[in-house]
């Protein structure tokens, strides 16, 4: 016992009770525990197998109750949704990849016509597999994610000056286009619907507002499918603005259509309920254009003062743009007119405020961004017709797709031979079946269709089938055969050019000249009204949201550096470009968290000798003082004050012209004395003729009366004090110039004259200045042919 108890107690530990009841209650915990198997010193020889019995027992049922740690898991569901977004991203991609690997094929089919098919098939591969197809084209996914980053590219690089000018007609095919489609078609329908009275159909269940409603649907032209044709066939910038413009205004008619219908679908429409529509639609599109145009304005604002993280700036420009989207749609506004006038409105100052590295990531951005969602709505357009619900109705289906036709060549036809007697450049044939062929149907009408309640309108899925139909047949057919089209018919196309600073230069010019034009006619035209913006724009609006001395920079020279920036890239990137030196400051690199100060140039590199600064001044003195003062601002144009510039060039010699023909003019009224050329004597053959013809019976050459006067045509001699001296009122020639161009004299017969006849004289010679000769036309205003006119 002593042996085992000095081998259960370490050395030194005292024998009393307490310290060995705590010495046991220690060992039962270990043993209890298992961790340490203290049975075999703490145990007797007789005990020993027991104990080693207990401890296995103990292993056991700690493998039982202890997991292994897992090396590989599967949790599929916590990465559910993202994961398929990411699959169905590559695979749009990859097929966007493949469909430009080959050459031929683009050239033949449309690339939404291909990507619709590859969501026919996705979507037939899913229901082979034997599971239900995802609802992937929703509508809340359509409207909030895949449509704004389309329409946002389209807004922010919209070409505004061909915009801007085909205005009025974009707005007459949006607007009165689109309410001429809505219910010519809507209208047709719902007649043929009820035709067959004795045959029953479910077609004859459909009421009138249904019907307005499934034509307000199709009616409008899709910007997607538009610009996904368009882009392709390279078509000529109008025929491109027309079209798209359209699928773009349209947007603010489709949606109040849309939901005026739709509310009044189970009751009867008033002529108030009329009225109130045509408030709802300025409401809706002039609120989405305000709304767009505060966000614009905001995000140029704050691009101001983003000079010192560069790296934010692009950030800026997505998240206020798609926040004004939003805010469109909260009020049930336009969300498309919103983004559009958002990217218009911020592009000139944010572009002046970021740099260029900022500038050409919002670019690629927006461009991938547009083109992934594009290709996305393709294939989910296939994917959701295999996998929804479908009703086919011949009579419907086929009616609708002759309808769409119908209405929109009509529409068509009817506003341009309207338009065109306002257009200083007219829409020809060849144009107009363009337009009319080119008014393609997307997503967005089967987005609006798939919103549709069924409790109110039962035949839901006969409108979606009638709605995917239309939209495959203006893809697939009229978007395969316009390209051959527009090359039969020999459709001007495209021009790839490269704007020059002469371009404009002569553009600028062009447009203060018309504005001139139009301000002296008194005609308020487009002209002056776009000169009255670009002043409040340059006073006022430039200093508040571009920094530094960029908001009072030119647009000339702001065109000049943008265009020396573009060619220094382009030259870099083809490899022609010299290298510049490490240590030249670079004006365009982005600059992360603080710009970089540029080196401070050496004073032994400097170009010119150091001047001192009183001799600066000096120089600057003189300059200021001898050098010609330019005009600070332009001057506005008025007809009521339109005075001559003293500055312009070449105004002097305006004035001494102007002087010299006042000179002239006194002269011609001061000559007493017409020039005149040798007559024929009085007996001439000629004069005899001349006299006879004239009158017969008082031919006589001789006078019978002493009492009426005679008049003598003698030849005029220097000497003679009734002859004329011709004074050459320009070169003031020689004195034998002048004899050589003196000639005869009408005068009466020499008489006795007395001192109180001579007045009486000189007043009978004033008045018997006769007609001259039949061969002298005397001077007039021909004789100064060469010298121009000038009043």
């Not at 603010?252 to 219908?261: E, I, W």
């Not at 995000?299 to 989207?325: C, D, G, N, Q, W």
């Not at 960029?550 to 870099?572: N, T, W």
Request: glycine share 8%.
């Amino acid at each position: 016992m002593p042996g085992r108890t000095g081998l259960r107690h370490p050395t030194g530990l005292g024998k009393s009770l307490p310290e060995r009841g705590l010495l046991l209650l220690m060992v039962w915990l270990l043993l209890e525990g298992s961790v340490l198997p203290l049975g075999a010193a703490s145990s007797p020889d007789v005990t020993k197998k027991a104990d080693l019995d207990n401890h296995k027992v103990s292993e056991k049922r700690q493998n039982e109750t202890k997991k292994l740690f897992p090396v590989l898991s599967l949790d599929y569901e916590n990465v559910r949704t993202p994961f398929e977004i990411a699959l169905w991203v590559l695979l749009a991609s990859l097929m966007k990849l493949g469909f430009h690997l080959i050459p031929k094929l683009s050239s033949i089919v449309p690339e939404s016509c291909l990507l619709i098919v590859v969501g026919l098939l996705v979507g037939g591969l899913i229901e082979l597999a034997g599971e239900k197809v995802p609802p992937v084209l929703d509508s809340r996914l359509f409207f909030l994610c895949l449509l704004p980053p389309i329409i946002l590219d389209a807004g922010y690089f919209l070409p505004i000056r061909p915009f801007m000018e085909n205005l009025g007609t974009i707005l007459m095919f949006a607007v009165v286009g689109t309410l001429w489609n809505a219910f010519f078609i809507g209208g047709l329908l719902y007649a043929v619907c009820q035709i067959q009275l004795d045959n029953p159909s479910p077609l004859h269940q459909l009421e009138l507002l249904p019907c307005l409603l499934f034509g307000s649907i199709v009616s409008a032209v899709d910007p997607v499918a538009v610009l996904a044709v368009f882009e392709e066939i390279h078509i000529n910038e109008l025929l491109h603005i027309l079209v798209f413009g359209e699928s773009l205004l349209n947007d603010a008619v489709t949606v109040v259509l849309y939901h005026l219908f739709e509310e009044f679908s189970g009751g009867d429409v008033t002529v108030m309920d009329g009225f109130l529509g045509i408030i709802s639609f300025l409401v809706v599109a002039f609120g989405g254009i305000l709304v767009g145009a505060i966000y614009g304005i905001l995000a140029a604002f704050t691009s101001r003062f983003t000079s010192h993280t560069r790296v934010i700036e692009p950030l800026f420009v997505f998240l206020y743009s798609y926040m004004a989207y939003l805010s469109a749609e909260i009020f049930h506004l336009s969300g498309i007119m919103a983004l559009i006038a958002c990217g218009a409105v911020m592009r000139p100052y944010v572009e002046a405020n970021i740099s260029h590295k900022s500038h050409t990531t919002i670019k690629y951005f927006l461009k991938m961004w547009s083109s992934v969602s594009e290709t996305l709505i393709f294939i989910f357009l296939g994917v959701a017709t295999v996998g929804g619900e479908h009703v086919w109705n011949w009579t419907f289906v086929s009616v609708t797709v002759v309808l769409c036709l119908v209405a929109r060549i009509i529409g068509v036809v009817g506003l341009t031979y309207i338009i065109n007697k306002f257009r200083i450049v007219k829409l020809t044939t060849k144009d107009q079946f363009i337009i009319a062929y080119g008014g393609l149907r997307g997503a967005i009408a089967f987005s609006l269709g798939f919103l549709l309640d069924h409790h109110h309108f039962p035949m839901r899925e006969m409108f979606l089938t009638a709605i995917i139909t239309v939209i495959f047949f203006t893809v697939f057919v009229q978007g395969m055969t316009i390209k051959p089209l527009v090359e039969l018919l020999a459709v001007k196309k495209k021009q790839e050019a490269k704007r020059s600073i002469n371009e404009e230069i002569h553009t600028q010019f062009l447009d203060h000249l018309l504005t001139g034009i139009e301000d002296i006619c008194g005609h308020y035209g487009h002209h002056h009204w776009k000169d009255k913006l670009n002043r409040f724009n340059k006073k006022y609006v430039k200093k508040c949201l571009i920094a530094g001395e960029r908001s009072k920079e030119p647009q000339l020279i702001a065109f000049y550096h943008k265009l020396e920036m573009k060619h220094a890239i382009e030259m870099v990137e083809s490899g022609g470009g010299v290298k510049l030196p490490s240590a030249m400051p670079s004006t365009v690199s982005m600059q992360n968290i603080q710009p970089k100060k540029p080196p401070e140039a050496k004073p032994a590199e400097r170009a010119l000798p150091q001047l001192p600064k009183g001799r600066e001044e000096e120089i600057r003195k003189i300059l200021r003082t001898n050098l010609q003062r330019t005009r600070q601002r332009l001057r506005s144009y008025n007809r009521h004050t339109l005075v001559a510039d003293p500055y312009e060039d070449g105004i002097s010699d305006f004035l001494l012209k102007k002087q010299k023909m006042i000179e002239l003019e006194k002269k011609i009224k001061g000559m007493k004395n017409y020039l005149t050329v040798p007559a024929a004597p009085p007996d001439s053959p000629t004069l005899s003729r001349a006299r006879l013809a004239s009158d017969p019976q008082a031919y006589n050459l001789k006078s019978n009366s002493d009492s009426v006067p005679t008049i003598q045509v003698d030849l005029a001699s220097p000497q003679s004090p009734d002859s004329a001296s011709t004074i050459d009122e320009f070169t003031r020639a020689s004195k034998q110039q002048q004899e050589e161009d003196q000639g005869l004299m009408m005068k009466p017969p020499a008489g006795p004259r007395g001192a109180g006849q001579s007045g009486e004289a000189d007043g009978s010679r004033e008045q018997q200045k006769l007609m001259r000769c039949l061969s002298d036309p005397g001077p007039s205003a021909d004789e100064d042919e060469d010298e121009p006119f000038l009043p």
